[in-house]
């Protein structure tokens, strides 16, 4: 009897666990569509594979390539838990940045995770879907520290790109998270919540750098903005919850590289391109880009302050630039309101479409005008010609 009890326990263990962390081959789920995309691959940048995800219900749409937010989480664990309407208007490529996720490996050299690597890395991931995909420019979006990766590149690299996608736009964090922590500060003494209030009052961020550093990297900042619906979408309570558990289920990742997800998050914290994030400030370092902008920011939002992202965006300098702001969302705005996310992709891609189709034609114009005056200098030259002197 003690046998057959024994052997239930053990039995509705490992059903718990499968339920948990199944097993799984990692593969995606097939695109409906026949001319769409659902691909996993590799591309070799530097002697590291970079791991990408292709999607796309049709491969004829605009390429589109997003730097994630994090470093550690991968952006398409976001799109598997929060749908959004990207890849039925783009060809999206998630990538997961070196040293991170499924672009981790054991004994890679974190002192090698800069910026300038990053950025390096972005080219390469671009110019390999400009190849493959035969597009001579690609969209390019940022979400959270993927906008300071996406906008650092794009100021140097400006020709390979359509536009620029800010989601929840870096501009100066250490001002976000002072914005950030007298804002929370505020609403708990409002709700009159003592353990939080308390728990705040340890810590005088304005007043230390060692003291932010600690509070940033507590649970304290993460579990205070979800508790207010202002962390990764308004209505995420908790990380564990929200995004822990459902990245152990989800079965586009193999059980290995599942838990490379949260090895890779852990590691990339010592990583200088994450320092280097938190000391940016866009309105010294980027104050112009030569391509158009459009801004896509939560109401919500204290992960990035959106304050500052539309402070920023009234200053940037740029050829076209629109901002939007959704009501209903905190930091993940195209993942938290699906009907409103499709009719903003939608606006930017007509008015790209429509600046493109404007070049063309100014460029159909100057061309013919530079025909038409090279056919009549030619004319002059040959008919016309100047009077003889008269010899007498």
């Not at 097993?23 to 940048?45: M, Q």
């Not at 801004?295 to 300098?317: M, P």
Request: hydrophobic share 35%; with cysteine.
């Amino acid at each position: 009897m003690s046998l057959i009890v024994a052997g239930s326990i053990i039995a509705m263990c490992l059903i718990f666990i499968s339920s948990i962390f199944p097993p799984s081959s990692g593969e995606l789920p097939a695109p409906e569509n026949p001319y769409g995309i659902s691909e996993k691959t590799r591309l070799c940048a530097d002697n590291i594979n970079l791991s990408l995800i292709l999607i796309s219900e049709n491969i004829n749409n605009p390429v589109l390539l997003i730097c994630g937010g994090g470093p550690g989480i991968p952006q398409y664990l976001l799109e598997s838990i929060y749908p959004s309407p990207l890849s039925k208007h783009f060809t999206v490529c998630y990538w997961d940045y070196r040293g991170t996720s499924t672009s981790y490996y054991p004994g890679i050299n974190a002192n090698e995770m800069t910026l300038e690597q990053y950025i390096k890395d972005t080219v390469a991931v671009t110019e390999y879907l400009s190849e493959r995909f035969s597009a001579e420019r690609i969209y390019i979006m940022g979400h959270s520290f993927g906008t300071y990766i996406a906008l650092k590149t794009v100021q140097k690299y400006s020709e390979k790109y359509e536009c620029y996608i800010a989601m929840s736009q870096i501009v100066d964090q250490t001002e976000s998270e002072y914005i950030a922590f007298d804002y929370m500060s505020e609403q708990f003494e409002k709700n009159c919540n003592q353990k939080m209030i308390k728990e705040f009052k340890k810590h005088s961020i304005r007043n230390s750098s060692k003291d932010l550093d600690e509070y940033f990297f507590s649970g304290l900042r993460d579990k205070a903005m979800h508790e207010l619906g202002l962390g990764t979408t308004r209505n995420m309570h908790s990380v564990i919850t929200g995004i822990f558990f459902p990245s152990l289920k989800c079965t586009a990742y193999t059980q290995k590289e599942r838990i490379d997800i949260w090895k890779g998050k852990i590691f990339s914290e010592s990583f200088p391109v994450h320092f280097s994030a938190m000391s940016f400030n866009a309105f010294e370092e980027v104050p112009e880009i030569r391509i158009p902008v459009f801004f896509i920011c939560g109401a919500h939002d204290y992960t990035c302050c959106t304050a500052l992202q539309q402070k920023y965006y009234e200053y940037i300098q740029a050829p076209y630039k629109k901002i939007y702001i959704f009501e209903n969302s905190a930091h993940s705005p195209l993942y938290e309101e699906f009907k409103k996310a499709e009719l903003t992709i939608i606006e930017i891609k007509n008015k790209i479409s429509m600046m493109n189709r404007k070049k063309e034609d100014n460029s159909y114009v100057r061309s013919n005008i530079d025909i038409k005056l090279e056919k009549f200098y030619n004319y002059a030259t040959a008919v016309i010609q100047p009077p003889l002197l008269n010899k007498n």
